[in-house]
């Protein structure tokens, strides 16, 4: 992921209120973050606990999400949508998010199950367990490194369009 700036990020949401985006929190660790091993930018807010912040890079320019967790937990263990770790240290919890535009203005949502703490490019970034004799860990390493980017991208862009 390309590094943002702070300018970037309260500049580029696609779902946010001006006044939601002036109340926002950077991570405590903003200026130290290794851009290199992010697929996206996802953070909690300090002050708002169970709000959320996602930043994907598209070929126009970052854009950026405002996710809000459910009060209520899932009662079993359940599977990021996004990276599909299945061996999550984590708790992974039900984000809600206003659509953009008219249909968000309107009371559309989605929602997805993503690790709490968004470690979803950490996640993705283990060496996965060998498989069979041969297999080669750094290719499936790969893989789901592309196939959370594809993820995260897809629902940036569902927010976004509606569709």
């Known amino acids: 992921m390309l590094p943002l700036t702070e300018k ?17 929190s950077l991570p405590t660790d903003f200026d130290s973050l290794d851009w290199d091993n992010l697929d996206f930018l996802g953070w909690r807010d300090r002050k708002f606990p169970r709000r959320g912040y996602v930043f994907v890079q598209r070929e126009d320019g970052p854009a950026g999400i405002l996710l809000q967790q459910a009060e209520a937990r899932p009662r079993a263990r359940v599977l990021c949508s996004w990276c599909q770790d299945i061996t999550l240290e984590d708790d992974v919890v039900f984000y809600g998010v206003r659509r953009a535009g008219k249909a968000g203005r309107n009371g559309n949502t989605i929602g997805t199950l993503v690790c709490a703490d968004f470690g979803c ?22 893989k789901q490194v592309s196939t959370l980017q594809e993820r995260v991208q897809r629902f940036v862009l569902e927010v976004h369009t509606g569709e």
């Open 8 to 24: 970037d990020i309260t500049t580029s949401f696609i779902n946010a209120s001006r006044s939601q985006v002036s109340d926002l």
């Open 121 to 142: 490019s950490r996640n993705a970034r283990k060496l996965p367990a060998v498989a069979y004799l041969g297999f080669d860990v750094e290719a499936a390493r790969d």
